[in-house]
């Protein structure tokens, strides 16, 4: 007997996403399922923080005010809503949704998911959190829950787990469980699959992009999936907005976790209509011994000051106040341990305004003593004001110093993890770990097209007039995703865009460990950059520290490109 489709959408990308995307997936068409993805890296640490303050908290608020407007909705159209706005306290969330239930009359039943906390493990961090699986959330809803919040799973987890539950998938059905993990990786991040942050936006109507509705999946029982959204609403759905989401934060062929390892070299797409991607194809395999577990320390303190240069002798200006902070940072009680200067050439020659004649200095200072980044480095850069350089301001006067964060990944065996579906009654149903494992390994390269013959006729261009690009982080690397439209593109791409290319066009990662990988059926290359970011995204080591423009800089750069592709 064939099952229904299982029709599940996605109304968070992040902790701060459109507040009224509950509402308008829930009024915007028929669901089955709607989820929500509120952590990241970055959030684990600002909910520990949260929690130190309030151990009550430590889960994402914005939930509860969602609910508080949309649960209704939901229970009057049957669709189970599951959110891993947990964070670092699903229990406590889960108290908090039937508290709000109670209050608002509405009857429904509240599970959560546990286990992934390992902090007893880990003193030193302010939050440590395995990756868990979607085996707890799928015991939930088998037990009848309308409502899952989990802490840290992964983000497919949340399409994985609702799937089991509707299919009834066992563990090692593994082509069908890749399947689900590559549509919730589409739908994880919300509107960045229906054009937001969208390379090619600008061959489209802005009227269409300017408010994008939220993607959905029509999940089959194969494991097969469309990718659409709600009829009516903004954005679009096609074959590039899907690839430009696959690539992102993803490194190669083989994207594992706690439920199975997905290949990302199988995946097939095919445009089916308006709005509408079918992918196929996907194969799975056991999923590696091992769980992922982010670690969140506080890493010390920053501070930072942008000096406003103006006009004529910009190096000469910067070279000035580089030396008076220096002098008054050496006869200091105690140096920062880390300074860093970066000079933005954002000014113009001969310009109409002011702010276009000018440029930024940046300082940003490090410490593990708050003292050594606080009012002596303040201090030292305001007392500049009537004795530095000509035209002397800053953007903003700097603070006292802040606390910055440093994440690390390290892994723990399945079994070290006590995973745990705690039902709307109480009952609390352990989750067995993953009963086959599978080493994880590179993918052999894959073979390369057919380079293409040699163009008589180049122009010198932007490589982002025929690649698209989509970039972000992962602990302290970064990925850059490219990849083209049409097999001739591919050719030349594949052939051209080596990693000694790719430093050379980002001279930034010219001493850094790069690697590539390609995905031919994606027409895609994927760079890995490794220790771009430092010790991750809270760090705040760079100037754009998730390197969520890393891929537009990369489009940017210019290439001797064939014509005949332009």
Known sequence: MTVAPLRIGNASGFYGDRFDAMREMLTGGPLDVLTG?????????????????????GYAKTFLGQLEECLGLAHERGVRVVANAGGLNPAGLADAVR??????????????????????????????????????????????????????????????????????????????LAGAVVAGHVLECGAQATGGNYAFFAEHDPAVLRHPGFPLAELHEDGTSVITKHDGTGGLVDLGTVTAQLLYETSGARYAGPDVTARLDTVRLTQQGPDRVRIDGVRGEAPPPTLKVGLN??????????????????????????????????????????????????????????ETASAFLRLVVRDPDQHAVGRAFSGAAIELALSGYPGFHVVAPPGTGAPYGVFEDVYVPHGDVDHVA????????????????????????????????????TRRAPLGLIAGARSGDKGGNANVGVWVRTDAAWRWLAHTLTVDRFRELLPETADLTVVRHVLPNLRALNFVVEGILG??????????????ALGEWLRSRHLDIPETLL
């Open 297 to 354: 320390r506080l890493g010390g303190f920053r501070n930072e000051v942008v000096f406003v240069l103006t006009g004529l002798d910009i190096e000469a200006k910067a070279a000035l106040v580089r030396d008076q902070m220096d002098t008054a940072l050496a006869s200091a009680k105690s140096r920062p341990a880390d300074v860093r200067w970066e000079l933005a050439r954002t000014d113009h020659p001969d310009a109409a305004t002011e």
């Open 535 to 548: 010790e991750g995204v809270a760090s705040q080591a760079r100037f754009d520290p998730q390197a969520k």
């Open 422 to 457: 705690v039902l709307h009654d109480g009952r609390r149903i352990p989750v067995a770990p993953a009963h086959d494992i599978l080493v994880l390994e590179d993918v052999p390269e894959p073979a390369l097209p057919e380079p293409p013959p040699p163009s008589e006729h």
């Open 37 to 57: 993805d509120y952590l990241a890296e970055l959030t684990m640490l600002i909910l520990g923080r949260d929690r130190l303050k309030d151990p009550r908290r």
């Open 99 to 176: 508290e709000l239930a109670d209050r608002l009359g509405i009857p429904v039943r509240v599970a959560h998911v546990e286990g992934d906390g390992l902090g007893s493990r880990y003193p030193e961090s302010l939050a440590a959190h395995a990756y868990l699986g979607g085996a707890g959330i799928a015991a939930c809803l088998r037990e009848g829950a309308d409502i899952v919040v989990t802490g840290r799973v992964t983000d497919a987890a949340l399409v994985t787990g609702p799937a089991v539950a509707h299919f009834g998938w066992g563990p090692g059905e593994y082509d069908r």
